[in-house]
């Protein structure tokens, strides 16, 4: 998995690339973590690269979202490919979370 990470005024963008699962999880929290503690509480998860998320991965971004919604911030997804949106639609995910079709659609909501 290879994390990218996108600054500007009002947003940060990570977009994931690869498998998130039990072996690299912990990359993907500490980043999410580092960020809520420098007060970034806009975080913005490009998914359009990820091409498998195992419960360790959404066990992440539910973790991020209530950390996040707690800080009155926003915690969006976009990009799901059609296979990891099938899993958040068979895990209730897409109820919890604000999951948008690309980066330009997401961005408007912060």
């Known amino acids: 998995m290879n994390l990218n990470e996108i600054k500007?005024?009002?947003?940060?963008?990570?977009?994931?690339?690869?498998?998130?699962?039990?072996?690299?999880y912990n990359q993907l929290e500490k980043k999410l973590l580092e960020n809520i503690e420098s007060n970034n509480k806009n975080l913005?998860?490009?998914?359009?690269?990820?091409d498998y998320v195992s419960s360790s991965g959404l066990r992440i971004f539910l973790m991020a979202l209530k950390k996040?919604?707690?800080?009155?911030?926003?915690?969006?997804?976009?990009?799901?490919q059609e296979n990891i949106a099938e899993i958040f639609e068979i895990s209730g995910f897409t109820s919890i979370f604000q999951i948008f079709e690309n980066q330009e659609m997401a961005l408007k909501v912060f």
């Open 8 to 24: 500007n005024d009002k947003v940060v963008i990570i977009e994931i690339e690869g498998r998130l699962d039990t072996t690299n």
């Open 44 to 50: 913005l998860i490009d998914c359009a690269k990820m």
């Open 68 to 80: 996040i919604t707690s800080l009155n911030g926003k915690f969006v997804l976009c990009g799901l």
